[in-house]
């Protein structure tokens, strides 16, 4: 399986806003026909994203974990490696986050940089193993990412209730007390209530960090250099396994993050039995944005959009919530079928040079 | 006159060039036509039309006189017109039978019946004197042996006009005879041929007629016993070419490269490289000659480090760098311009420019402290550019995978020049190129010579072994079997030594 | 331990089936060149369309309806992996990235459209198959209490069709080319191979198969379309690599994850297992995986050609 | 927000001013034959009954946020009046009681609470709790009675208070007809399993049939999907003319076990009537008597839990009996513990 990688962010962005279009134009399409105003529904899903203070502040924090499984998606696919495993390096570092909140008691600025610390080594380890795979074996990561995600959801299956387990609840973690989670008054203040907190700025942080690496620095070079050819960089006296290991510990190290966004920002425990989807998402966030960190983030957001608007919109009229999964699944569909669309594009363009 | 194939105002256009623009080509019965053109000429891209794999965009093709479109192979195949790819198109895994048979199957019932078809070629095998066993599979045989599948593969499909495309790039000097031996054999037989070749003696050697293509448009047709190398050289490339590279006696100065009882494993974990020691010396160029897989990429790649090395050692400039990294060794003054430009030499997906420093971008001015500097590399760059003549599109900035594969290979050659290695390996460095680039780069090799440096080149090109060398290391099986000066062998010398004569052994 | 092997047989093979099947159809896929990854949501729209076909006719067909759901799901499975068949052999896509978008549709589009029909997203079978003991083979010592006691007749189809698919692929024209196809696209073409046409009839087979796999876990165990198949997809994807590309080595490896998954899940009835910490028996299979794709990856028979869009032409 | 309805719904107005009811659903489907439906239904009742316009949101993921999040979104599309099935909304409604205070808000098998632990039901909030291992004990009983002799089992989803309480009574009634009714019911430690989710319908069937195997007679299981695929097993048991009993739980499931024309092998169920506490959670709030800061329980005695009225698999004899005993459990003649005290699991 070799990934093809396209470049030209300008071409990009016109693809991922085709794309988008599509999408909405699909998604528009299947709401008619199932008998609602495609036109109301969208109203209702854009103003459920963004119609108060709050709900932007929702929506801001349903992205947070998008942002960053969409970033570690988009970096692994920057240096060649398909990371499909972002689900459970997010569950490992978001347990290991939980777990320095819910044992250390420390005063909230120590306590959050080792949540934080924390969170980053889980997502980094859980990586590391399929990147040592792939290097020294070979063995093609999106098998051995799957795998790791199932093991970390047993793992976390049982570690939870044995170590954490919550006061009323088996299923899932004793609440991250206050001075251990990434909500802040000031910011919930200033968006009315919202859950958006401290994790958006690690998100965005982590995308400025992640694009300098990329694009400045010698790091950046050899990590892209190895995924783009890792025959001549060898050649080149680059070594191979290491960037693929370091490649695929950052990837996890930005999914381990994503993970502590979700548990300890979003929610305030960590719950059994369930692979965040968030991580499977970040595979389609990567690819809208064209596995940019800045492209990524901006899909995120859009993303956001519809994950935190669809509720309202199903409040209001009768369309079920799942048309916002459709919309994203036909978008990545459209992106993914990218040809087809620059095609028209040509097409187009030909059409008016021709008049 | 009788012609088998004629194709007529031939066109065809490729999104930004016109691979073929109104050529026309006519095969007699029973003559083998040769078809000549630079690299990008449009050769390949014609016969895949006669093949069906492209549509003219223009003109008509008639096979024995009557006009037929040729929609796919299999048109092509009931017209019996076969072709052999310039790189083959077999299956690694598939019996030779099964290759062979592959979309014309026989069946018993629903089941394949691959019996009979084995014995079917085991016939025609011995009829062309051919010698190949139906059941080996293809990744088990040489790589002349694969190319005679393919012959088979067309004979069996009962094909009258035979294509040939650069079939002898990727054999030996003896079976480069053997193949001659057998288009004669098929013609004979009444088949017809079409052979592209840049080898201009090959042409002489077994060619009644040649064509001549350029930057997609006709030359001329010539009869080759009438026509000389270097007439039709000169209608190739639309110049003079001189065929022998200019160079001055070498002065050979200190020892640069040593290599010491050096043996190494292949990819198939057996000795691909046994005890071979030898020595390349500032101010000469050591030419490796021999038949592709006998030594050659196991001793470049133990000298590189891209391979382990299992005993023995290699010395630069006396310090040892047996155990060193490959990029210690670049540090240490190695320089290597890999055999597969795509494979290794290039990142297709950088830019010229981060292309450039692949080797040295870690190194101040080209980044400080971790961070890349941009303007240092892109200055670099276009140093590189101007001397060494690469042209692309955006400049520093075109991809690599945008650029041709001339361009490429000067890129390469620029870079690794330009690291300013006290030993240069250069292996293949003009293989696929056409004559113009060819002397451009045996230039820039004998400049580096010139300056003082250690040249060693690995060539499977014999031609330009004698010629760009000034002395001559033969591997055959693994071993070296001598070496000899430049200046005091010939062909014939080497050609035996290749086949794992030594020197003395054959009278 | 007898007694306990013979107990968990019938639901180890039960287990079993959809995956191998699923996995028969990735091997169809990637053996003619197209990774497939979205075999997942292959099996959710199977599960789909049988689940819809079965709870609409079982008032009408008690009988029939199952076996009409069969071929229902077969069929949606067959009309959803051409989008994947579109994407990767017509517009030469990313195959991974076409398979990731059928797994997301298939997940969303399916609860969709489950949701304005029956309102929940969920749709429940009346009834699935009857399990049966095979007369006569089913009284043979040993064998007949593992293998013909309690079958499910999906099983024997699917067996039927793994044999099936051995012979197609190893003896016929059609499996020739098809593994020309994964191999060397180009040396199939040239040979006059529509390697185009090929690669969609394998994609569309996989298709069938994952369908196939889909409904199967409805009419057997689960009796309900939930919008997934909780990563039995993925599964059968690394069954394919554990398996080698091969049929029987992908029958050892699903039997393989089949027994180890229902140990896993009787182990907390089974005093005999109920000392190993449930962890350990849950994530022993996919351990395992790991270990023996390390294990294979020295001599991976992956079919070359895999993934990679074939352009006809290209050099 | 947006309230596009003029008549306000906010106060405890006895008037018939038109509120809407909305429902936030569990982990689980709106059909989940479980307590997520048995809400549903309840409010579906009282909309057609009152005329109201209902709703239902199904969350993204389980978590406070996304809970939160679609109680938001039906308050702001104004309906007023939330019913939240599960004990996993205890710290959802403890803010969105504050957060939303013109709202209604019933809670399900657990009352609003800090993260702290700490409990707290405001006037606009009512905590409504079931007394499941009452309902266990009756099924007990009835079960014990109706096979007399041999092995039973217990399937748990996850290990839940409401969970545990119907095993717990379930235990306690095999054991008071053991004592009682001189039945000779066994329960092996290994055959009271908690499989660990709601979902994992494969697990169900695995469980169920190695019971069965094992000579277990009836599987209580209170599990969800994974109940199902108990369900699905003694299905195609009893198909094949082998003796398979399920004890369904919350809602009387015997349709779903019906595998031949009409009959079933559910052999009863242990029944919470959550639409009825839906139900008049709404009737009162529509009659102003909202009972807002309490938390209510229902029990045998205000006939919340018990068994189906029709038990076709259960012979007169044994639903008279059971009758009796259920009358007892009301008058406190027979008092069942909500602890485990020294019962298996
Ligand atoms: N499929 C294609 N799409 C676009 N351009 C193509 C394609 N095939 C060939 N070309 C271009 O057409 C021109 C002729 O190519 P062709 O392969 O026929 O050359 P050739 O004479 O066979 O050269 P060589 O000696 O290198 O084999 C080249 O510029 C080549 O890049
Ligand atoms: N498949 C293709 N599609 C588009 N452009 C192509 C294609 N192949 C070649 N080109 C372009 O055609 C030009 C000539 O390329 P070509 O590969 O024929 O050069 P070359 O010197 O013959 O190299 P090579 O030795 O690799 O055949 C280049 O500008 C190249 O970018
Ligand atoms: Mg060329
Ligand atoms: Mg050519």
Redesign the pocket.
């Known amino acids: 399986m070799k990934l093809q990688f396209k470049k030209g962010s300008a071409k990009s962005a016109v693809v991922a806003f085709l794309a988008v279009i599509f999408g909405l134009l699909a998604g528009a399409l299947l709401i008619a026909v199932t008998g609602s105003d495609p036109f109301t529904g969208y109203a209702y899903l854009f103003k459920g994203g963004l119609m108060s203070t709050e709900r932007i502040g929702d929506t801001l924090a349903t992205s947070t974990p998008l942002i960053l499984s969409g970033l570690s998606v988009a970096f692994a696919f920057k240096t060649g490696l398909f990371n499909i495993g972002a689900s459970g390096q997010m569950l490992m570092g978001g347990f290991c986050a939980t777990a320095v909140g819910l044992t250390l008691p420390l005063p909230f600025i120590i306590l959050l940089p080792l949540e934080i610390l924390a969170a980053i080594m889980g997502g980094a380890i859980w990586a590391v193993v399929p990147g040592f795979m792939k290097a020294r074996f070979n063995v093609h990561e999106v098998v051995s990412t799957i795998m790791m995600n199932w093991i970390s959801y047993w793992i976390i299956y049982y570690a939870v209730p044995a170590y954490f387990k919550g006061q009323f609840l088996e299923t899932e973690s004793r609440a991250i007390p206050d001075a251990a989670s990434m909500k802040v008054n000031w910011l919930t203040h200033l968006f009315d209530g919202s859950f958006v907190n401290l994790g958006l700025f690690l998100a965005i942080a982590a995308v400025m960090i992640i694009a300098f690496i990329l694009n400045r620095t010698v790091m950046g070079y050899e990590l892209k250099a190895v995924g783009y050819n890792r025959f001549a960089a060898e050649y080149a006296g680059i070594n191979v396994n290491r960037n693929i290991v370091l490649s695929m510990m950052i990837a996890g190290a930005l999914a381990g993050l994503g993970g502590a966004t979700m548990y300890i920002g979003n929610a305030s425990n960590i719950q059994i039995g369930i692979l965040p989807s968030q991580g499977f998402d970040g595979i389609a966030v990567a690819l809208l944005g064209a596995n940019s960190p800045l492209g990524s983030m901006f899909a995120a957001l859009f993303f956001g959009l519809l994950y935190s608007g669809k509720g309202f919109m199903n409040a209001m009229i009768q369309i079920p919530p799942e048309i916002a999964d459709t919309i994203i699944a036909t978008i990545i569909y459209f992106a993914a079928t990218s040809v087809l669309i620059e095609r028209l594009v040509n097409m187009l363009r030909f059409r008016k040079r021709g008049q | 006159m009788e012609y088998v194939v004629e194709m007529l105002n031939i066109r065809k256009e490729f999104p930004g060039i016109i691979a073929n623009d109104n050529i026309s080509l006519e095969l007699k019965k029973g003559e083998i036509h040769a078809l000549m053109g630079e ?2 000429a449009g050769k ?1 891209t014609l016969m895949s039309i006669l093949f069906g794999l492209y549509q003219p965009d223009n003109g008509s093709i008639r096979i024995k006189g009557k006009e037929v479109r040729i929609s796919n192979p299999n048109v092509a195949n009931d017209l019996g017109i076969g072709m052999v790819h310039q790189h083959f198109k077999l299956v690694h895994n598939f019996t030779i039978t099964e290759n062979i048979i592959l979309g014309i199957e026989p069946k018993k019932g629903l089941t394949l019946d691959l019996k009979s078809a084995a014995e079917r070629i085991r016939l025609l095998s011995e009829q062309y004197g051919l010698n190949v066993d139906p059941y080996e599979k293809i990744e088990n045989v040489s790589v002349g042996m694969q190319q005679r599948v393919e012959i088979i593969k067309m004979l069996y499909r009962n094909a009258e006009v035979l294509i040939f495309d650069e079939p002898t790039a990727v054999l030996t000097p003896h079976e480069i005879l053997d193949l001659m031996k057998i288009m004669k054999n098929l013609v004979a037989e009444g088949k017809s041929i079409i052979l592209i070749t840049h080898k201009l003696k090959e042409i002489k050697a077994v060619a009644d007629r040649c064509t001549v293509i350029r930057r997609g448009k006709l030359v001329g047709t010539v009869d080759v016993a009438a026509t000389s190398e270097a007439r039709m050289a000169e209608m190739m490339v639309g110049r003079q070419v001189s065929f022998q590279v200019d160079k001055s006696e070498s002065k050979p100065g200190e020892i640069i490269l040593q290599v010491e009882n050096l043996s190494v494993l292949n990819h198939r974990k057996v000795l691909g490289l046994k005890g071979c020691s030898l020595d390349v010396r500032s101010g000469e160029i050591l030419g490796i000659a021999g038949v592709e897989g006998n030594g050659q990429t196991e001793l470049v790649e133990a000298i590189t480090g891209l391979t382990r090395i299992e005993s023995g050692k290699v010395l630069l400039k006396e310090q040892d760098i047996t155990h060193l990294l490959i990029r210690e060794r670049i540090e240490a003054g190695i320089a290597h311009i890999p055999e597969d430009r795509q494979k290794r030499g290039l990142v297709l997906d950088y830019t010229i420019e981060e292309n450039m420093v692949l080797e040295v971008y870690d190194r101040v001015p080209f980044s400080n402290k971790g961070l890349l500097d941009r303007d240092a590399i892109r200055n670099y760059t276009d140093k590189i550019m101007k001397n060494f003549d690469v042209r692309a599109g955006e400049g520093a900035e075109s991809f690599a995978r945008t650029l ?2 001339g361009n490429q290979q000067k890129a390469i050659v620029g870079r690794e020049v330009e690291l300013n290695p006290e030993l240069l390996i250069a292996v293949q460095p003009t293989r ?1 190129l056409d004559v113009g680039s060819i002397e451009y780069i045996h230039k820039r090799l004998v400049e580096q010579r010139d300056k003082g440096k250690a040249v060693l080149l690995v060539s499977l090109e014999l031609d330009e072994i004698l010629n760009v060398s000034d002395r001559i290391a033969i591997v055959s099986n693994g071993e070296l079997i001598g070496i000899v000066n430049a200046a005091e062998t010939n062909e014939n010398e080497v050609g035996l030594m290749m086949a794992g004569v030594r020197k003395g052994e054959s009278n | 331990m007898w007694t306990i092997l013979v107990q968990i047989f019938p639901y180890a093979i039960a287990f079993t089936i959809p995956l191998l099947i699923t996995a028969l159809g990735g091997l169809f896929s990637e053996r003619s060149g197209v990774v497939n990854i979205g075999l997942e949501g292959l099996m959710v729209v199977g599960s789909f369309g049988g689940a819809l076909a079965i709870a609409k006719l079982q008032p009408v067909f008690p009988n029939g309806a199952v076996w009409i759901g069969i071929v229902v799901a077969m069929l949606t499975g067959i009309v959803f992996s051409l989008l994947h068949a579109f994407a990767s052999i017509n517009l030469n896509a990313n195959q991974v990235i076409s398979g990731t978008a059928i797994n997301m549709l298939a997940g969303a589009l399916t609860v969709f459209l489950a949701r304005n029909i029956t309102g929940s997203g969920n749709i429940r079978i009346g009834s699935g198959l009857p399990r049966i003991d095979i007369p006569i083979l089913s009284s043979i010592p040993i064998v007949g209490k593992l293998f013909f006691t309690q079958t499910y007749a999906s099983t024997w189809l699917v067996l039927v069709i793994l044999a099936i698919s051995w012979y197609v692929l190893y003896k016929t024209a059609f499996g020739l080319r098809l593994r020309a196809c994964g191999e060397h696209p180009h040396a199939a073409d040239s040979a006059g191979v529509n390697v185009f046409w090929v690669r969609y009839i394998a994609v569309m087979l996989s298709g069938a198969f994952a369908g196939l796999g889909g409904v199967v876990i409805l009419i057997t165990y689960s009796g309900e379309f939930t919008g997934s198949v909780s990563g039995l997809g993925f599964l059968a994807l690394a069954a394919l690599i554990f398996g080698q590309w091969k049929p029987l080595g992908i029958l050892g490896a699903t039997f393989f994850f089949g027994f180890a998954s229902t140990i896993a899940n009787v182990s907390q009835v089974m005093p005999a297992l109920a000392s190993i910490p449930s962890v350990i028996l849950k994530v022993f299979p996919y351990v395992v995986t790991l270990i023996a794709l390390i294990v294979f990856s020295k001599s991976s028979q992956a079919p070359r050609a895999a993934g990679e869009p074939f352009e006809h032409g290209k ?1 | 927000g947006s309230t596009p309805s003029p008549a306000g719904s906010g106060g405890t107005a006895a008037t018939a001013a038109k509120f809407k009811v909305g429902m936030v659903t569990d982990s689980g489907t709106i059909d989940d034959k479980s307590f997520n439906q048995g809400t549903w239904e309840g409010v579906q009742k009282a909309g057609k009954e009152f005329g109201l316009e209902t709703k239902y949101l199904k969350p993204t993921g389980t978590t406070e946020a996304d809970y939160l999040k679609e109680i938001g979104n039906l308050y702001d599309a104004g309906y007023k009046f939330i019913v939240t099935p599960g004990f996993k909304f205890s710290t959802t409604i403890f803010q969105a009681q504050d957060k939303y205070q013109d709202g209604k808000f019933v809670i399900i098998d657990a009352s609003p609470a800090g993260k702290d632990g700490k409990e707290s039901i405001k006037p606009n909030t009512v905590a409504i709790f079931f007394a499941e291992q009452e309902s266990g004990f009756v099924a007990g009983v009835a079960t014990a009675l109706q096979l007399k002799e041999g092995d039973v089992g217990f399937i748990g989803g996850m290990e839940i208070p409401p969970v545990q309480h119907y095993n717990w009574g379930f235990q306690q009634g095999i054991k008071y007809a053991n004592d009682n009714f001189s039945t000779k019911i066994n329960i092996k430690p290994e055959n009271v399993v908690y499989q660990g989710t709601f979902s994992d319908v494969a697990a169900g069937q695995q469980l169920a049939a190695h019971m069965f195997d094992s000579g277990v007679k009836a599987v209580f299981a209170a599990a969800g999907g994974v109940g199902v695929g108990a369900i699905n097993e003694a299905k195609a048991r009893a198909k094949a003319g082998k003796q398979a009993w399920i004890v369904g739980v919350d809602v009387d499931q015997f349709k779903d076990g019906i595998y031949d024309g009409s009959k079933s092998i559910i052999l009863t169920s242990a029944m919470k009537k959550i639409d009825i506490a839906a139900y008049d959670m709404i009737k009162a709030e529509k009659d102003g008597k909202f009972p807002g800061g309490k938390s209510m329980i229902f029990n045998s005695k205000n006939n919340g839990i018990g068994i189906p009225d029709k038990n076709p698999n259960l012979s007169a004899d044994v639903t008279t009996k059971v009758a009796d005993v259920f009358k007892k459990i009301q008058s406190g003649d027979i008092k069942v513990s909500p602890d485990k005290g020294s019962l298996i699991k």
Do not use: D, M, P, V
């Open positions: 690299n990008g390949s041709s594969g696929g | 050099r």
